[in-house]
């Protein structure tokens, strides 16, 4: 035997379930629209971080470049000039500047 319940009580638990399923939209919606900020805030750490590193392999290069030339004596110029062409080092740096364009183009 069903026991009777008051319709004053069916009626709020069906206006509830009602309000649950009106609202679950608007809930599935925002959960997106945190979860695509999320990702696009990662997204922009990823980015500067990569900046960062871009910026870090370019100072590098630059140094080195400058520790080079400071290092050449002036009377042994053209002896030092020669060295550096025989040791490949202008090749690493041409290959070096390569890279950090790459990096900068992509």
Known sequence: ???HVNPMITDAVTQS???VVGES???ALSTLYQSMA???GVLFENAVA???QQNSLAQAATNQGVMQIYSLDTMAAAGATEKV???????NLTGL??????FQSS
Not at 85 to 91: K, L, Q, S, W
């Open 1 to 3: 035997m069903v026991p």
């Open 17 to 19: 379930n009602v309000k």
């Open 25 to 27: 939209p608007a809930m």
């Open 38 to 40: 999320h990702s696009t």
């Open 50 to 52: 990569a900046q960062q």
């Open 85 to 91: 062409g025989e040791t490949g080092i202008a090749d």
């Open 97 to 102: 500047l390569s890279v950090i364009q790459a």
